[in-house]
């Protein structure tokens, strides 16, 4: 793998970025400024964008697809929900509209505590770690891998879908949680709290990418690509793949849950439509169209994917499905690698690494 | 019923003999009549004669009946000397030949109380005369008010005579309800008898009612029959209620089994999960529908034969569909089956779109043809229903058709071959491209055949597919690759799990403990149960 310093294209991705990040406060009150839409909507691309990336490491580099990553970043959606409720409800005494749907007088003993953000998130990474190793190592350890570890994945968070749909567990069932009015101590919906949020989803997304990028470059990196290309090989050679892929995926896990505390603040609401297969799937897709293997494939793909969808969702939200499926089809039959292949093409100037995803193929289930 | 009453009944009963019959009792009718025009008292007895002759009187003499509880009751009754006038036909009350009220006719004034007794001998007199199913019905609601009032027999008599097969069954748990609440104990007694052979819900609330009487605390003999026909209730509702979660998860297990068959064979053959096997059942369901809607414009005589005459068009269709996913897509993608996964999703998405752009987002409306609706009641609240018989059946023989194409013939003989060995197979001059188009046509084809046989039991719409894919899924992943005895085992297996768990702890925790389960088993198994025998990759 090239030297990150010699890695034009990440470099520009995370110069553009820090930009972004910087450009968004600095131009406010100026005639440039952009508006609270627009800001907004690059905050919750970003969100996306570290969402693609979590999954992109398993897949890309691990050959592991799950079909299940909205599990984890739905836990850290509700979890970032349940601390924005409990703080809105210290600090202004409004009682959630869920609680009153249900008739309780009183929050349900677990959210105890979840008033304070270092709590809460401690649960989250707790939890996310708990499910993500418990799971893991289950499924690695019988080694179910390929198809049936996706299709199992996508049954996991289906599951969950069904168990969050419920009323009465506590979480809002079907019409989920909203209404959050403080963060921090300060109101949300202002100007400033949406800037805020949106440069701390680009921060994130940045320190995550240099963070996969030293990862991947590393010589664990280098044991991840030969896991994903010939696992045997690495088990004959003396590795213990199974500790290493528990990591990843762990890891993995723990990006997501990340992308869900920076999504959900942003879009002000949570519900268990979060956790629908569907949007799983779509994960998979961004990092599919992007460029599987390449770190920022995978945040191009979740950014230019979700920008199409959002500009659809306004003008013909209908036609949405039939061009994801378009590009799906395009994708997986033209151009194996995503845009990257484009790339090949002479479009753009050649990047990334020599040998990709899908040059190798995968291992047969 | 009062003590009063007793003679009168007796006498009613003496004047109810065969010489009545003929309609030689002028006497008789002549008195009732004279009562009818009495006090109160009188009037009362009347209405009372008049009940008895509704539980067991010829029809003439009902008929004769029925006009003078209804001119009381409308103060259309001319009394005078000789007898009273019907006013309304102007015939002479007794004999029915037509005369004039004299002048200072009076007509007679109905108490409160005899005002119900009026109103019940009319209803009694109008369910056994009236022609007419609407009046009928009317009359037996009036009846239910006081069900413990009726004459014996008069219940008994009208559902013998009822033609109508829905007021019949009223008619009969309203004697039931009039059994139990009879006077006599040895009648309650043996109506309890006669309720607890035909368990149910129903009979349960009628016979638990009976604890709180104060004949159960009294008579011991009642106690004990209340007690004994209380559990011979519940346990027939138990084993009906057993028996119906046993045949609701053998018909869901058959839906299951027909969508995972057909992922399971490609599975095996290609390594490739279609996730767009949900919308070939949906497409399949779609399809039996337009045959129905195509034979109510060209054939309507053939309309209740749509499900079957749907069978060739469901499998063609959906068959087709796959052969063309095969052909266009996941040839390509044969090294890549995760990407395959992407792909097949790409195509559930278009055609659950597609089929909600041309036909709406709402449930179809499908016909229920005679052989696929109703059902035998069996025990309990179990009844046997004629659609999940037939979804079973449709099962059983997708399952035996789909055994000797896999085991009989040339096709299932390559297919098996390319299973257990793509680079031989094709080695000894197998075409496994082919094979894999035949099989990815076969597997669609049996998911159009999902589609057809759950329309009759589950709401037909662009996302029905969803509701059974994860679940087939697991069928896949429990059952093993390729094995068509995994997968009914697995089918079974997860389809009766469901339904068992459902009605203790809810639709969700069953999908949750069926899932941990799966993965719990793969620990144990990670071939699945049915596992065919090789080196393990």
Sequence with gaps: ?365 | MTLWRLPLLIAGLLIAAPACAAGAEPAARAALVEKLCGNAGQMGEAAAALSTLAASGTPEEIGWAAPLARAALDKTLACDDTGAVLAATGTDAVTRAPRAPAPDARTPVLSLKNRAVFEQADAALALRSAADPATRTAALATLERRPAALPEGLLEAAAQGETDPGLRTRIETLAQTAALNAADPAARIRAIGRIAEHPSRRALTQVEALAKDPAYAADPAFRQAVDAGLATIRRGIALGDALATLYNGLSFASILFMAAIGLAIIFGLMGVINLAQGELIMIGAYVTWLVQQGLRQAAPALLDWYLVLAIPVAFLVTAGIGIALEALLLRHLYRRPLMSLLATWAVSLFLVNTVRVVFGTQNLQFETPFYVSGGVPVIGDFIFTWNRMFAILFAAVTLLVTWATVRKTPLGLNIRAVTQNRDMAACIGIPTRRVDMMAFGLGSGLAGLAGLALSPIYSVNPQMGQNFIIDSFMVVVLGGVGTIAGTVVAALGIGQINVLIEPLWGAVAAKVIVLLMIIAFLQWRPEGLFAVKGRRK
Aim: proline content about 4%.
């Design chain 1, 1 to 365: 793998m090239t030297r990150w310093t010699a890695d034009r294209p990440f470099l520009a991705v995370l110069a553009l970025l820090l930009a972004t990040a910087a450009a968004l406060p600095l131009l406010a009150g100026t005639p440039l400024e952009m508006s609270r839409y627009l800001a907004n909507a690059i905050g919750q691309l970003a969100a996306f964008a570290v969402l693609a990336l979590s999954l992109d490491l398993i897949w890309g580099y691990l050959g592991i697809l799950s079909l299940g990553h909205g599990l984890f970043f739905a836990l850290g959606g509700y979890v970032v929900a349940m601390y924005l409720l409990k703080h809105s409800f210290e600090v202004t005494g409004t009682v959630p509209d869920f609680l009153q749907f249900m008739g309780w007088k009183d929050f349900p003993f677990y959210w105890a505590g979840f008033g304070a953000f270092p709590y809460a998130l401690a649960v989250a990474v707790v939890l996310t770690t708990l499910v993500a190793g418990l799971f893991g190592y289950v499924s690695f350890r019988s080694r179910v891998g390929g198809v049936y570890f996706a299709i199992i994945t996508q049954a996991l968070v289906y599951v969950a879908m069904l168990l969050m749909f419920r009323n009465d567990t506590g979480f809002g069932g079907n019409n989920g949680m909203t209404g959050f009015s403080v963060m921090f101590g300060w109101p949300m919906g202002t100007s400033g709290m949406i800037t805020g949020l949106a440069v701390a989803s680009l921060l994130v997304l940045a320190l995550v990418l240099a963070g996969c990028r030293w990862l991947v470059g590393s010589r664990f990196g280098a044991l991840m690509l030969a896991t994903r290309d010939d696992e045997t090989r690495l088990r004959t050679l003396g590795y213990e793949t199974l500790r290493l892929k528990l990591a990843v995926w762990c890891l993995s896990a723990l990006i997501a849950m990340v992308a869900g505390m920076l999504y959900v603040p942003q879009v002000g609401i949570i519900n268990p439509r979060l956790l629908s297969p569907e949007l799983s799937l779509e994960i998979a897709v961004w990092v599919a169209i992007g460029g599987r293997g390449h770190l920022v494939g995978a945040v191009v793909g979740a950014l230019l994917v979700n920008a199409i969808k959002f500009w659809l969702s306004f003008a013909a939200p209908e036609v949405w499905p039939f061009i994801l499926s378009g590009l799906i089809v395009l994708v997986v039959l033209v151009f194996p690698n995503g845009l990257i292949d484009l790339a090949r093409l002479r479009l753009v100037r050649p990047m990334g690494p020599r040998r990709l995803a899908a040059d190798v193929g995968e291992a047969r289930p």
